[in-house]
């Protein structure tokens, strides 16, 4: 057991030696030694950390400070040979801090003026902006004849007479019509007359029509007879007054559509109330005799062949029938009405 204990023992000293070599000369193992520089910056951290303790503590000792500042006063009058109270020296001190941290407006002058207006710089520059922004949308709203004036209402007639004279060019475009390009000449010379004499109003009535004429004359579309097996293709129209009920004509169910089977909104002036309406579907009077060959057509196989009434083509102004009448040749235009029971 003795022989095993001397035997360790160059163990223990050898470990000791090792874990001393490891040492620096401060005592701290040579892997935890610090720069002079990171000692220098622990150094300023601690210097700071104590002259903000200081200060504040100064300041919650403001009293104390205060003794002190009489005391120095005091002394100080007395080797000037001052003669002043303590009771002054008292004023004095609470009037300094008092106004310690009272704030002196500058006196006024340009460089002053210039600190303002870069301290409010934010505010500022927002507000001119709105202004900017404000003055530039009523511009705009001036020149695009938004606003009331003479102005606004001579630029909108001007731009109204030139939306005339484009859509007059597009219907001498589009129809070799002499009635359509006739009316569309009057209506130009309307709209111009209408602009030198500052009528607004007769010149957007005369647009509008300018509109509605080209729009007809563009219109592509086939009128066809309701031939639905279970539908209504036609009836009679009847009226009822003080001297009895008396049929009033014989009507047949139309549909307005074009190349594709699309309904057409056409415009229709219902002859009972005189009222124009835009409709792709209504009722068109025939004569009796159709109105009588039609329904015997239906009747007897439940399937109506005569579904054409006519045709509106492209550039025309009017609808040229094509359903027969009694002698062969198309029918004449009687009258339409929009509601029936």
């Known amino acids: 057991m003795a022989a095993q204990q001397f035997q360790t023992a160059p163990d223990d000293d050898a470990q000791r030696r090792e874990q001393n070599a490891t040492l620096d000369s401060d ?12 000692m220098s910056r622990i150094m300023d951290v601690a210097t700071t950390l104590r002259k903000e ?20 006063l005091i002394a100080a009058a007395r080797v000037s040979g001052d003669t002043v109270s303590e009771a002054e020296v008292d004023a004095a001190v609470e009037q300094y801090y008092d106004r310690l941290h009272e704030f002196a407006e500058p006196p006024a002058s340009w460089r002053t003026m ?81 602009r030198e004499q500052g009528e607004l109003a007769s010149l957007n009535d005369v647009a509008a029509a300018a509109d509605s004429l080209y729009a007809t004359l563009m219109q592509d579309y086939t009128v066809r007879i309701d031939a639905a097996p279970d539908g209504e293709s036609g ?28 309904a057409v909104a056409v415009p229709i002036r219902n002859r009972e ?48 029938m094509q359903l027969p009448g009694a002698d062969g040749e198309p029918i004449e235009r009687m009258g339409q009405i929009t509601s029936w029971d």
């Open 114 to 194: 210039v600190a303002h207006v870069w301290v409010r710089r934010g505010p500022i520059v927002k507000i001119v902006v709105a202004v900017a922004a404000a003055a530039a949308v009523i511009w705009g709203m001036f020149f695009a004849g938004l606003l009331p004036g003479s102005r606004r209402d001579a630029m909108q007639a001007e731009a109204k007479l030139e939306h005339v004279e484009e859509v007059v060019e597009q219907i001498r475009g589009v129809t070799d019509d002499a009635g359509a390009i006739a009316e569309a000449a009057g209506m130009l010379s309307a709209a111009q007359s209408a």
């Open 273 to 320: 109330t005189g009222q124009t309406q835009r409709v792709s579907r209504w009722a068109e009077q025939v004569p009796e005799e159709v109105f009588n060959r039609l329904a015997a057509d239906k009747q007897a196989d439940g399937v109506l062949d005569e579904i054409i009434l006519g045709e509106k083509k492209r550039g025309e102004r009017i609808l040229t």
């Open 235 to 262: 009836f009679v129209q009847e009226f009822t007054d003080d001297a009895g009920t008396r049929v009033s004509g014989f009507y047949v169910i139309v549909d307005a559509v074009d190349a594709r089977g699309n």
């Open 53 to 72: 303790r200081a200060l504040v503590e100064e300041q919650l000792n403001i009293d104390q400070i205060k003794a002190k500042l009489r005391e120095r």
């Open 27 to 38: 005592g701290l193992p040579s892997g935890e030694r610090l720069s002079l520089a990171e």
